[in-house]
């Protein structure tokens, strides 16, 4: 059973930093994709930045220059450095993995950017 601990979520003000680590265990294949994605109340989850293999990365756009996404494949850990955030960033951060053929969630982290 894979299972995912997510941790460095928080609240911070507009302009601050937070960094968030997912680290995924008990896999019996190796891991594909790693991935962080978001959800804001009364909206639908979105994806935030991805690592699909190797170094390649996607980000949403509106994260694009603020947030970077790294691995650490010793560790099967995905870390999300999220700078500059906006009040817009308030949501709830889902780390999602993928591994034998199929996809994985973290139970959420929530960032809260407010003054």
């Known amino acids: 059973q894979v299972q995912l601990v997510e941790s460095g979520g928080g609240l911070v003000q507009p302009g601050g930093s937070l960094r968030l680590a997912c680290a995924a265990s008990g896999s019996r294949f190796r891991i594909a994709s790693m991935g962080w994605y978001r959800q804001a109340p009364g909206k639908q989850r979105e994806l935030v930045a991805t690592m699909p293999t190797g170094d390649s990365t996607n980000y949403a756009d509106s994260v694009k220059g603020r947030f970077a996404i790294s691995r650490d494949n010793a560790r099967n850990t995905v870390y999300l450095q999220m700078n500059s955030l906006k009040p817009e960033d308030t949501a709830l951060y889902y780390c999602?993995?993928?591994?034998?053929?199929?996809?994985?969630w973290g139970q959420g982290t929530q960032v809260t950017v407010s003054s």
């Open positions: 999602n993995v993928r591994t034998g053929g199929a996809a994985y």
